[in-house]
């Protein structure tokens, strides 16, 4: 099992940039491919974007529309997402989430582990 922790959320005013991390324990972070997930309030968990296992292939959800880049250091543990020109139906939790395998997927149930969250709150 990974565990995941999330950080970088926080308030940002509309066409803001945020970028959010994700740091993974564990010494197969690299073997797994990663992804992001968001929930606001009251909706269902949506994928957001998903990376393989090097980091040569990566996939978005169609409303991300080439604001989002989602990366990774395998040296450091980590996966990131880098969220720009922000808009307010980009408020929720974003959840970063460890594959079961080196695949990218925008399948929930694709991931194995999942980290606690960090709240996003985009301004109008």
């Known amino acids: 099992q990974v565990q995941l922790t999330e950080s970088g959320g926080g308030l940002v005013q509309a066409g803001g940039s945020l970028r959010v991390s994700c740091a993974a324990s564990?010494?197969?972070?690299?073997?797994?491919?990663m992804g992001w997930f968001r929930q606001a309030p009251g909706k269902e968990r949506e994928f957001v974007a998903t990376?393989?296992?090097?980091?040569?292939?990566?996939n978005y959800a169609d409303f991300v529309e080439g604001r989002f880049t989602i990366s990774r250091d395998n040296a450091k543990n980590a996966v990131y997402l880098q969220m720009d020109s922000l808009k307010p139906e980009d408020t929720a939790i974003y959840y970063c989430?460890?594959?079961?395998?080196?695949?990218?997927?925008?399948?929930?149930?694709?991931?194995?582990?999942w980290g606690q969250g960090t709240q996003v709150t985009v301004s109008s």
């Open positions: 989430a460890r594959a079961w395998n080196q695949d990218s997927s925008s399948r929930v149930t694709h991931y194995d582990d």
């Open positions: 564990g010494r197969t972070f690299s073997s797994y491919a």
């Open positions: 990376i393989n296992w090097n980091g040569g292939n990566t």
